[in-house]
């Protein structure tokens, strides 16, 4: 419900508010009437982010739910997302999907001071994460349940369905954030609109060139994939689930498993599984060194884009320095800069 102030506070400025957090009071009274659960309904909050995920259980089975933060996209674009994942689930593919509520729709709506937000409540992903799972001969499956993936995307799509590279240019969505992020970094400021320019031109080439595009997660990485003891695996967390480049997909892990500086191992053993089940192009091949900058690229924009929200020192973890040279490095060699 939206925020009214008291008699005594009229004369006090009304605050604009980025990102409210819901009580844990509300989510469980609100699954309790939406979804068939059984006996005494709970909740707590995980963790808040880049959206806040809460765990909720009843007398037999926890599950997580996810409120989405307010963000540049309209707030019934996580049906993109959720109707995916049905398909995905349909095809008995191993992915974190979401609840039904008693009408059969998969995601539902509240007012909060910044405006109407959306969410989900999914099946809880068994296991831990990969990176507390590490083995090559795990990861060399999960690169195998990924292509599948992949494949599946292009029947959900349907075979008359032409792609396209909007998607996969929304890092220009974020870059005026981006720019003011770097405000005190003339060299950041200078060079990040350049690269995301040719790197517009350039995607539009490769897609041109028929380097595979499709129904992709778009933020896949170790932390993205429960593994358990009995080794089953549990893809989860397609927020950000579009539109985009196959390669581009596969790279965000292999960079991701550099980013948590894991050894590399795991990222060949994974595109070796990747590839039992869809070998690369040798375009794809050839602009691996792309596409990983361009993951870089995505993340610096996405988390100043997200800064008003969560905070300039969520983006600080890593030194600007190491992201600005590891982007600016490939940038040259691929000769976008």
């Not at 996209?73 to 995905?88: I, Q, S």
């Not at 090559?136 to 369905?161: C, P, Q, S, V, Y």
Request: net charge negative; glycine share 6%; with cysteine.
């Amino acid at each position: 419900m939206t925020f009214v102030p008291s008699s005594l506070e009229q004369d006090l400025p009304l605050a604009q508010i980025s990102h409210s957090v819901v009580h844990p009071d509300f989510i469980a009274r609100e699954v309790a009437a939406r979804y068939p659960m059984q006996g005494k309904v709970e909740a707590w909050l995980l963790y808040r982010g880049m959206n806040d995920v809460y765990l909720v259980k009843d007398d037999h089975t926890k599950y997580a739910l996810r409120v989405w933060r307010k963000t540049y996209r309209d707030v019934d674009d996580v049906a993109y997302e959720l109707d995916y994942l049905a398909f995905l689930k349909d095809r008995n593919f191993p992915a974190s999907v979401a609840v039904p509520q008693h009408d059969g729709t998969l995601y539902w709506k509240a007012a909060t001071p910044e405006g109407p937000r959306a969410l989900a409540m999914y099946d809880w992903a068994p296991g831990r994460k990969f990176g507390d799972m590490l083995s090559e001969e795990t990861a060399h499956r999960i690169g195998a349940a990924f292509a599948r993936m992949h494949l599946l995307g292009n029947e959900w799509a349907g075979k008359d369905h032409t792609f396209s590279t909007a998607t996969a240019k929304d890092y220009n969505l974020c870059m005026p954030a981006l720019i003011d992020f770097v405000y005190d970094r003339p060299d950041d400021l200078r060079d990040y609109p350049i690269i995301a320019a040719n790197l517009d031109r350039r995607l539009d080439e490769l897609a041109a060139g028929n380097v595979p595009l499709g129904v992709c997660h778009r933020d896949f990485h170790p932390s993205n994939v429960h593994v358990d003891e009995a080794g089953t695996i549990t893809l989860l967390d397609f927020d950000a689930a579009g539109e985009d480049f196959l390669m581009q997909d596969v790279q965000n892990y292999v960079w991701g498993n550099l980013f948590y500086g894991f050894s590399d191992s795991y990222g060949t053993a994974f595109e070796e599984g990747y590839q039992t089940v869809r070998p690369f192009t040798a375009e794809e091949i050839a602009n691996k060194e792309l596409f990983l900058m361009a993951k870089a690229l995505r993340l610096v924009a996405g988390m100043a884009q997200s800064s008003v929200a969560v905070g300039r020192g969520t983006l600080r973890f890593r030194n600007l320095d190491w992201l600005g040279n590891y982007i600016k490095t490939r940038a040259r060699s691929c000769g976008l800069l």
